[in-house]
C-alpha cells in the first residue's frame, strides 16, 4: 500500500474494537494497519468475482427463492463495496473521508452473505450445490485472514460469519455423518485466528524495527537532530509543496565560529557537550513542524516553513543570541560560542533543494567574511550583527 495514502480511522465503537492492534501499537502504524485493509486487491477481486460466480451457478441451476435472494445479495453487496473502495482510493491522497466504518461493515456483511449461501444449500440437501458453496466458502477463509492481516479481531469475525453457519446447516440435514463439521470448523476457526494474530505481531515488529532504521537512518547519533539525509528528505518535501501554492520557507545554514578552539582545548568530550547543547537549545526555539539539523562537525541547518525573509532574519536573531549564551562543562568551565548564519528562503529561483542550499551557504559564507556572529540573508546587502567583536570563546 502506497505511503502516501491516508484512510481515515474507524470511528464506530464495534469497528474500532474489531481493528484493534494493540495498546502500544503507534498512531503512524496503526494508520498502516488499516491502510492496509484495502489492499491486496487481487484478493478482493478474487473474492467478490468467486462468490459471484457460485451464487449464479447455484441459482441459475435451481432457480428457488432462497438461492436467488443469494444471488441478489453478492450482486448488491459486490457493486456497493466497489463503489465504497474506489471512493476511498480517491479519497486518500488527499487526507478525505475514505468511510472505513462503513468499508468494515461491508466486509462483514459479504462474509455473512458467503455464510447463508453455505446455510441455504446445506438445508436444502442439494448436495451439489453444497460442496460448490462448501469448497468456496473454505477458500474465502484463507483469503479473508491474508488480506485483514492488520485487523485480526475481523478476521475472526469474518470467518465466523462465513464458516459458522455451515454448522448450523448440518443441523438441520438429518445426516449425521455432518456432525463433523462441529469439530471441523470451531477448529478452523480458532487455528485461522491465532494464525493472524500471529501475522499481525510479525507485521507489527517489521515495521517497528522498519521505523526505528529509517530514524537511524535519518537522525544524528550525537545530538538527535536530522542529519544529513534527513534534512534532504524534508527539504524535498518542502520544495515539492511550494511549487504547487505561494507559500515559502527559510533555510537557515549555521556554523560554530569557536568550536574548534573549545575542541582542541578542553577535548572531544567537551565539544560534544557543546554539540547537544546547541542542539538542545536550538530544538527548544523551533516549532514541532521545523526541522534542525547537524550535517557534520559544527555545522547545523533550520529549516523553518510559512516564514517571510523578514520573519527568518528575526528567528536567526533570536537563535545567535539565545544558542550562544555561555555553556557550563562537566569541570566547570563556561566557554561562548559564537555562530554565524546564512539565510535562504525557499521560493522563486530556490524552490530546489539544491538551489536553497547554494545561496543559504554563500550567504553563510558572507556572515563570516564580516568577521562572524552575524547573520546574512541571500540577496540582502545588509548584514545583521548581533554580538560585537572580539568576545572570547572562553570565558
Not at 537511524?216 to 524534508?234: E, F, K, M, P, V
Not at 530556490?350 to 567574511?369: F, G, I, T, V
Amino acid at each position: 500500500m502506497d505511503t502516501a495514502l491516508k484512510f481515515s480511522l474507524p470511528k464506530w465503537r464495534l469497528t474500532r474494537w474489531l481493528t484493534h492492534s494493540g495498546h502500544d501499537t503507534p498512531a503512524d502504524i496503526r494508520s498502516a494497519l488499516i491502510a492496509s485493509l484495502f489492499g491486496t486487491l487481487p484478493i478482493f477481486a478474487g473474492g467478490v468475482i468467486n462468490t459471484l460466480m457460485i451464487a449464479g451457478v447455484v441459482a441459475w441451476r435451481r432457480p428457488e427463492p432462497l438461492y436467488l435472494s443469494w444471488l441478489a445479495m453478492e450482486v448488491l453487496l459486490a457493486v456497493v463495496r466497489v463503489l465504497i473502495l474506489r471512493s476511498a482510493l480517491r479519497a486518500a491522497p488527499r487526507g478525505g473521508n475514505t468511510h472505513t466504518d462503513i468499508y468494515i461493515l461491508l466486509a462483514l456483511l459479504w462474509a455473512f452473505s458467503v455464510g447463508y449461501g453455505v446455510f441455504v444449500t446445506f438445508i436444502n440437501g442439494d448436495w451439489l450445490a453444497a460442496t460448490l458453496a462448501g469448497v468456496s466458502c473454505g477458500a474465502m477463509a484463507g483469503g479473508i485472514c491474508f488480506r485483514n492481516y492488520g485487523a485480526p479481531r475481523l478476521v475472526g469475525a469474518m470467518i465466523f460469519l462465513s464458516l459458522g453457519p455451515m454448522c448450523l446447516g448440518a443441523a438441520f440435514t438429518g445426516e449425521y455423518v455432518t456432525a463433523i463439521v462441529f469439530i471441523q470448523i470451531p477448529f478452523y476457526l480458532v487455528s485461522m485466528s491465532i494464525a493472524s494474530h500471529r501475522l499481525n505481531r510479525i507485521l507489527v515488529s517489521t515495521m517497528l524495527a522498519e521505523r526505528d532504521s529509517e530514524r537511524r537512518a535519518s537522525q544524528d547519533a550525537l545530538t538527535g537532530l536530522a542529519n544529513r539525509a534527513g534534512l534532504q528528505a524534508a527539504l524535498e518535501r518542502v520544495c515539492t509543496s511550494a511549487r504547487g501554492q505561494d507559500s515559502s520557507a527559510a533555510l537557515l545554514y549555521m556554523d560554530m565560529d569557536d568550536f574548534k578552539l573549545i575542541n582542541d582545548t578542553y577535548g572531544h568530550a567537551a565539544g560534544d557537550q557543546v554539540l547537544t547543547t546547541i542542539a538542545q537549545r536550538m530544538r527548544s526555539m523551533l516549532r514541532v513542524d521545523d526541522v534542525a539539523a547537524r550535517i557534520g562537525g559544527d555545522e547545523f541547518i533550520v529549516l523553518v516553513t510559512g516564514i517571510d525573509a523578514t520573519a527568518a532574519l528575526r528567528l536567526g536573531e533570536h537563535l545567535l543570541h539565545d544558542v550562544s549564551q555561555p555553556i557550563t562543562l562537566m569541570d566547570g568551565t563556561r566557554v561562548n560560542v559564537g555562530l554565524s548564519i546564512g539565510i535562504s528562503i525557499v521560493s522563486g529561483a530556490n524552490r530546489s533543494p539544491e538551489a536553497a542550499l547554494h545561496s543559504a551557504d554563500a550567504a553563510l559564507y558572507r556572515a563570516k567574511a564580516q568577521g562572524g556572529r552575524c547573520c546574512a540573508v541571500a540577496g540582502v546587502e545588509e548584514v545583521e550583527k548581533i554580538m560585537p567583536d572580539g568576545e572570547p570563546a572562553v570565558a
